[in-house]
């Protein structure tokens, strides 16, 4: 009974670590100065990054091998790696950050409806 | 002592009814009497209880009389599989009063319970996977259906076809190949309660069917949730297509990620300071 919502645990953790990574990342950008956003930001995100990782093994290989959803995980990790990439170009960051944050939400969001026990 | 004749002679009819009932509905144990599940269907006399030992068994049953055929242990620890894939596991055929009780039924390329021609009939906490149909239902009438899983077929999960008066409650119906459930010149059945989710095509297909009510049913994740056609005087109300846990959970994890930030930032404030 756990192991059917275990995976829908994980991701309502994410998107609640994702909007609150999301948030404080704006602040940054808003206030252009290191301060505790910088730490929640950073914090919040690589926590979050972990359980993507953790559910792709929870979900993925627990219900065995798909092309299609195994492409689905890696295009998810592609978009987080990109804007990973894109914070640490800060000329970049200002421009494009922010729709990499809602893009990550929906993904979450995304991830929690996909995996919502229905049987 | 003459007055308490009558009432021992009426105490004598009661004990001689008992005992009359209790030798009609005859105890059989399977594997402990009769290996096989269908040799003690077949040994069975009308009105029989056959209680199954929990454990994984092949074969193919059909039954042609009124027994009560149950699992001793519940559907995960009794498993029959079609010994021949290409009849139906479980086989009903032309009888009255037949309850099937706790089972999980799987491996047939025709259906895992086809029944056909029957009356007054109990199917109750089965698990039926894994066949090219769920349960299939021909011309049968005053059914109940009830706590059943039927998921993971190829085509229809629960398919009745010409069948009437039949109560469907309770019943999870999901992931299988085409339709969840369909109802085809099948009248006065009440559908009551049931969840239909994620099945490759219609969740819930009516055709042809008349006065069925159709209640708090949940469809969900279907290619077409609910589907009615050439149909008329069904009572269709309170389905649901899209439950309010999937509006709900999102809006209230954003909520509570923003809360979360706020705790974060007066945490951080305490720790490090301003």
């Known amino acids: 009974m756990f192991s059917d919502f275990l995976p829908l645990i994980i991701g309502s953790i994410g998107v609640v670590l994702a909007t609150s990574s999301f948030i404080s990342g704006m602040q940054l950008v808003r206030t252009r100065k290191r301060s505790f956003e910088g730490r929640i930001h950073r914090l919040n995100g690589y926590i979050s990054i972990g359980l993507f990782i953790l559910l792709f093994f929870v979900s993925y290989i627990g219900s065995g091998f798909n092309m299609i959803v195994l492409l689905l995980w890696l295009s998810g990790f592609a978009v987080i790696l990109m804007k990973l990439r894109i914070v640490k170009q800060r000329r970049w960051a200002f421009k494009y950050v922010c729709w990499f944050g809602v893009a990550i939400i929906c993904m979450w969001i995304y991830i929690i409806y996909t995996h919502m026990p229905l049987t | ?274």
């Not at chain 2, 039926?128 to 059943?148: P, S, W």
């Open chain 2, 1 to 274: 002592m003459i007055k308490q004749i009558p009432v021992l002679i009426l105490i004598t009819v009661l004990l001689l009814l008992v005992a009359v009932s209790s030798e009609a509905s005859t105890i059989i144990r399977v594997p402990e009497q009769y290996k096989s599940i269908s040799k003690a269907v077949e040994a069975a006399e009308p009105g029989a209880i056959i209680i199954v030992a929990s454990g994984s068994y092949s074969d193919n049953i059909k039954i042609t009389k009124p027994v009560f055929l149950r699992s001793s242990r519940g559907a995960a620890k009794t498993i029959i599989t079609a010994a021949d894939p290409d009849t139906a596991t479980i086989h009903i055929q032309g009888t009255h009063d037949v309850t099937l009780l706790a089972f999980t039924i799987k491996g047939s390329t025709l259906a895992g319970v086809l029944i056909e021609k029957t009356k007054n009939l109990k199917v109750m906490l089965n698990h039926v996977t894994d066949n090219e149909n769920g349960l299939l239902m021909l011309n049968t009438e005053n059914c109940n259906i009830f706590g059943n899983r039927f998921d993971s077929n190829n085509s229809y999960g629960l398919y009745l076809n010409k069948s009437s008066s039949c109560r469907v409650r309770a019943n999870s119906v999901s992931l299988n190949g085409d339709k969840g459930l369909f109802l085809f010149s099948s009248d006065n059945n009440t559908i009551l309660n049931n969840k239909i989710n994620m099945n490759k095509w219609n969740g819930m297909l009516i055709w042809s069917s008349n006065n069925n009510v159709i209640k708090h049913n949940r469809t969900l994740r279907n290619m077409f949730g609910f589907v009615t056609g050439e149909s008329s005087n069904n009572d269709v109300s309170d389905n649901t297509s899209l439950p309010d846990l999937f509006l709900i959970l999102p809006i209230l994890l954003v909520y509570l990620g923003f809360i979360f930030y706020l705790i974060q930032m007066y945490a951080f404030k305490m720790i490090y300071g301003r």
